[in-house]
């Protein structure tokens, strides 16, 4: 159990793949990457019931063609080894009872589509596109400033300063002031679910930095999400590394005041579990910022803000979401589906649609629906599936199972799931007749299956909540990849951005502080191979 390692990661998603990844490739560090579930990836990895092929959270990436920024770093982490192809265009479709917009991967089009409808509008359209563009590059250059290596800290600041965009403006308060017909308002907040929270709560910027990273369409990954952990695995392993998945990461193991190892047990053991330790010098979680300090580092460790940690995670919850996973008995295109996301919404107010998350479960109607087909985005699909998702519920709904274990919980659970899976059904079946024949099999994941597999508070789907407070000055250290706590970092979401991407930057963050570690123009020098 002690073999010597150089790293030791908490957990597969993204983040840990990045730091993984280009330690191994770049630094010749042997790295042990521990992982709860039985597929590593964390919100990256897929998997099949029988001949259906699923994905858990990518559902897709913007800033991918060949030759961008993002493409390149992607590809040195993968070395290559996965193929993205472009979504069908139109990739978004936003659809209301009374009106449909289409998205597509020429912002011009999008754009001139939106003036078309709303025609007294138009210029206050245009200044949005280039609003959010600067308020996108705000949040991203403060996270820099905040996060970043003090090079790139100096360059953000920079940058921040010219630009002058506030942190606190929420995206409701943007189109409130800019717009008037609310179905407009509504149409240009339908990726919400992208981020996780409603136009009411979500900082502007955080909206911006979606509106510009899908400003030219939508990507995915050949053969499924898995192949990023798989990749990544082969790297790691060629350098003496490891992957050790069913391993529950317990605690941070402390020494003269220095992070040393991890305890950890085989998943789902509990606690007759036999613990095991593993030692590096370098210890990198992946696991978030409350479940590292609320639960990893042993309390009587002092982490200055930990009880203001505590304290924002009660009064904001993080986002977490349901999603039924269907395979179909044919081809969802006979509906006139053409593998764009669907974003259903059975109203034009996001932030009441929201706010009845609790509401809906108990009146099994759903108001809001995302609809993503992986068949129909992947040429290497066997069958055809796709993934409905909900971001309007409520995790306390469910919390009276969380301690009967996954997969065997109660017939009033499995009823449940039942009543939900039927219901968000019905919902995509009275926009698009014909939708519910199709299904000829059908599993749900509710927020406790997110906190099974995955570890996160609440079974969270993004990680901290994003709204404007978390990005006060007062609360840099929360998500500063060097912790309070000397050879413990944290990369993934938390200390990076929301999604794949912004994991992946979380990672690079990271980099910068290890012990000979990576800074910035290392990566960006190791990624120009890469066209």
């Not at 908490?10 to 770049?26: F, K």
């Not at 606190?168 to 339908?190: E, Q, V």
């Not at 317990?250 to 613990?275: D, H, L, P, S």
């Not at 910035?520 to 020098?525: A, E, H, L, T």
């Amino acid at each position: 159990m002690n073999d010597h390692y150089d790293i030791i990661l908490i957990g597969s998603g993204m983040g840990a793949l990045t730091v993984a990844s280009l330690m191994a490739q770049l630094r010749d560090k042997r790295a042990l990457v521990l992982e709860k579930h039985d597929r590593a990836g964390g919100y990256t990895h897929d998997f099949k019931r029988g001949r259906y092929h699923f994905d858990t959270g990518l559902h897709y990436l913007g800033k991918m063609r060949e030759g961008s920024i993002t493409r390149r770093m992607i590809d040195l982490i993968t070395r290559g080894k996965v193929e993205w192809v472009p979504m069908p265009d139109p990739f978004d479709k936003f659809i209301y009872p009374d009106l449909r917009f289409d998205v597509y991967a020429d912002p011009k089009r999008t754009i001139a589509g939106l003036c078309d409808l709303f025609p007294d509008e138009s210029r206050a359209i245009r200044r949005y596109f280039k609003d959010a563009k600067k308020a996108g590059a705000g949040l991203a250059m403060e996270m820099n400033r905040r996060n970043g290596w003090w090079v790139m800290r100096g360059i953000a600041a920079l940058v921040r300063s010219l630009l002058r965009q506030p942190i606190g403006l929420t995206t409701g308060a943007y189109l409130d002031t800019h717009f008037k017909d609310p179905r407009l308002k509504a149409l240009l907040a339908s990726q919400w679910g992208d981020y996780g929270l409603p136009p009411g709560l979500s900082p502007f910027g955080l909206h911006g930095m979606i509106v510009n990273f899908y400003s030219q369409g939508g990507f995915y990954p050949s053969g499924g999400s898995g192949k990023i952990a798989e990749s990544v695995r082969e790297t790691v392993e060629s350098k003496g590394g490891r992957f050790l998945l069913r391993r529950e990461v317990t605690g941070i193991i402390i020494r003269n005041g220095r992070a040393v190892g991890v305890r950890a047990r085989k998943a789902g053991a509990g606690n007759k579990g036999e613990e095991e330790e593993y030692l590096a010098p370098e210890i990198i979680s992946n696991a978030g910022t409350l479940e590292t300090y609320l639960k990893l580092v042993p309390l009587d460790f002092p982490i200055p803000f930990r009880s203001d940690l505590e304290r924002f995670a009660l009064k904001h919850p993080p986002t977490t979401n349901l999603t039924l996973f269907l395979g179909f008995s044919r081809d969802p295109s006979q509906l006139g589906l053409n593998g764009a996301n669907l974003w259903i919404y059975d109203g034009f107010d996001h932030d009441a649609i929201f706010a009845e998350g609790l509401a809906w479960l108990e009146s099994g109607q759903p108001r809001h629906a995302c609809v993503s087909f992986h068949s129909l985005k992947d040429p290497d699909a066997q069958a055809h599936s796709a993934e409905i998702l909900n971001f309007t519920t409520d995790y306390t709904f469910f919390s009276r199972w969380r301690h009967q274990p996954w997969n065997r919980r109660d017939a009033e659970y499995k009823k449940l799931k039942e009543r939900i899976s039927e219901a968000l059904i019905a919902f995509v079946d009275g926009f698009f007749p014909g939708f519910s024949d199709m299904v000829e099999y059908r599993e749900l994941a509710t927020p406790l299956t997110n906190e099974h597999f995955t570890g996160h508070h609440r079974g969270a789907a993004y990680g901290l909540c994003s709204v404007s407070e978390r990005f006060s000055s007062g609360n840099i250290a929360w998500t500063h990849p060097k912790t309070p706590l000397p050879g413990l970092y944290l990369t993934g979401a938390d200390a990076g951005g929301l999604g794949v991407t912004g994991a992946m930057m979380g990672g690079f963050m990271c980099l910068g502080y290890l012990r000979d570690g990576l800074r910035m123009p290392n990566i960006f020098r190791a990624a120009s191979r890469y066209r």
